[in-house]
Nanobody
């Protein structure tokens, strides 16, 4: 079993920045793919950014150039730095770890 503990999120004005972090614990494979998804009410969970099994990164087109995913392999932690936030980024953000482990979700609200 893998447990994911998220932190960060909150309320920010448009154009502002927020950072999320997610620490994995438990029976963690070596440097597993980890990433971030988000979900709004009535919609499916969508990919925001993730590391792949090869260590490369994938970003949703809507966040390219504004969000940056990074990781600390020693701490088994993945981060998401979100800059120039827009109201449409408002969602519950979920940490994901290979194969199918999910965090509890953290709310990000972008509003003036």
């Amino acid at each position: 079993q893998v447990q994911l503990a998220e932190s960060g999120g909150g309320l920010v004005q448009p154009g502002g920045s927020l950072g999320l972090s997610c620490k994995a614990s438990g029976s963690i494979p070596n440097n597993p793919p980890m990433g971030w998804y988000r979900q709004t009410s009535g919609n499916q969970r969508e990919l925001v950014a993730t590391f792949t099994v090869t260590g490369s990164t994938i970003y949703a087109d809507s966040v390219k150039g504004r969000f940056t995913i990074s990781r600390d392999n020693v701490q088994n932690t993945v981060y998401l730095q979100m800059n120039n936030l827009k109201p449409e980024d408002t969602a519950v953000y979920y940490c994901w770890c290979f194969v199918n482990y999910w965090g509890q979700g953290t709310q990000v609200t972008v509003s003036s």
